[in-house]
């Protein structure tokens, strides 16, 4: 429904109408026998449903502990869990830099909300002012892109590579900022670092380091914060992990680390987390209480003790091999049935849930062109590209498609990417 000549609402909710999410999910009930390759869902197969039990029976056989589980908890989230999630992060980035940093990030620093979304949102709530900036990759997870806008600020997108953001295009942009005398409204970079939702990219330790030190160095007239969302950190199928941007920057004075256990254990649990610089532990706190007040107890409790008798890394091994195989499924049936067709190229993730495909120029992909309704027509549906970039800078590529491989099997994604490329052999 559109609700453009409602007065009631706020310009707010009309701004928010008719997001890409909600309508695509729409396309794809339509015909039920759709394949969706547009679905940011997980593997249903492999949800954990043992592992939540014995959590969520331990959670709940513990005498009063049991009833705290079912009250209303803190504002910044439980104090274990805050912890556990800390102590897993420092372990993780002192193993991939292999070497041990002096961490100085206190529990204060580390929140807890219902899913990171909420966490980058409160952060975009908590910098922007109406008309203020966040400098992002091009493309980016349109779902931030979104609310920011919604806010009221501007996302500007830096032209990316292979490993995601450029370094010299991100100073470029500062520069351009710098004289038209609006720096002062650059707020924060926002990247994600390992295998990024659309692009499938993964900065490399060095260029985290680099956009660090652009965004301190550009902190003349206010702080420049970096925003490391890690979503898909732990969903690495090839290569060695690397180091978050927090072990370059270890008590945070510029970095925002977002994490979720939403694509590493469950969405329906939606646990999220941030941990951060102390300058902000006190606004965006006061943001979440006028929200929340906390997030979920019984959630972080069973998440508590998921990670506590480690019962996660095991799950996410076995998620790992999962994705793994469909990624690779999804890689060679591109390259067998769109490898040859001049203009169509994607960048080979080595984790996460995406693969970001261009198709040659003729073809726009976007949702009132043709291709997508003869697309969903003929039984593949996925993300028009157009949706991911961001409302300035590097100008939007509408021959661009998000395809994810979480949700559909192999033989799914062989089908799905056979009907998509006769679409292309025919609209092209
Ligand atoms: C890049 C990125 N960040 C954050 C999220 C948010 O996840 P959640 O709110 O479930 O933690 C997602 C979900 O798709 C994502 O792709």
Redesign the pocket.
């Known amino acids: 429904m559109t609700h453009s000549s409602n007065s009631q609402v706020s310009r707010r909710a009309l701004q928010a109408a008719g997001q890409p999410i909600s309508q695509l999910m729409g396309m794809a009930l339509s015909n039920p026998n759709i394949i969706s390759l547009a679905a ?1 869902f997980v593997d249903n197969a492999s949800l954990p449903v043992e592992a939540t039990r014995i959590a969520a029976d331990k959670v709940l056989s513990a005498g009063e502990a049991s009833q705290t589980a079912l009250q209303y908890g803190s504002n910044n989230g439980d104090q274990q869990l805050r912890q556990l999630i800390l102590d897993h992060a420092i372990e993780m980035n002192n193993a991939a830099a292999g070497k041990t940093a002096e961490y100085n990030t206190s529990i204060d620093q580390v929140f807890i909300t219902p ?4 966490l ?1 949102f409160l952060i975009a709530d908590t910098l922007l002012n109406p008309g203020d900036i966040i400098l992002c990759a091009s493309p980016s ?1 349109f ?2 892109i979104g609310a920011v806008k919604n806010i009221g600020g501007q996302t500007i997108g830096v032209a990316t590579d292979q490993d995601g953001i450029i370094p010299s295009s991100l100073e470029a942009a500062l520069e351009t900022l710098d004289r038209a005398g609006e720096l002062n409204r650059v707020k924060a970079i926002y990247t ?1 670092p390992y295998f ?2 659309p692009g499938g990219t993964t900065l490399t330790a060095e260029r985290g380091k680099e956009i660090l030190e652009i965004a301190k160095r550009w902190s003349r007239e206010q702080k420049i914060y970096v925003i490391s ?1 890690e ?2 950190r732990m969903l690495r199928y090839q290569g060695e992990d690397t180091p978050s941007m927090h072990h370059w920057d270890p008590s945070l004075e510029h970095t925002i680390v ?1 994490g ?4 590493s254990f469950s ?1 329906g649990i ?1 646990v ?1 987390w941030g941990f951060l610089p102390a300058d902000l532990q006190g606004p965006v706190g006061d943001q979440k209480s006028n929200l929340d007040f906390g997030a979920p107890l019984l959630a972080q409790r069973i998440m508590a003790n998921v990670l506590q008798d480690e019962l996660w890394l095991p799950h996410v091994d076995k998620l790992r091999a999962v994705y793994d195989s469909r990624r690779l499924a999804m890689l060679h049936y591109l390259n067998e049935f769109l490898g040859d067709v001049p203009g169509c190229h994607w960048h080979e993730t080595r984790g996460g849930l995406c693969v970001w495909l261009t198709l040659p120029e003729s073809i726009d992909t976007g949702m009132q062109g043709e291709f997508l309704k003869s697309a969903v027509e003929a039984g593949v549906i996925y993300v028009p590209g157009e949706y991911c970039f961001a409302s300035q800078g590097e100008s939007p590529n509408h021959s661009t498609i998000r395809l994810t491989f979480g949700v559909q099997s192999a033989e799914s994604i062989e089908r799905g990417i056979r009907i998509l490329s006769e679409q292309v052999k025919r609209w092209q």
């Not at 979720?260 to 694509?263: D, L, V």
């Open positions: 940011g899913g990171s979304n909420q980058l997870y779902v931030f994600v990024d939702n969302d979503a898909y977002a979720t256990f939403s694509k969405p939606r999220g």
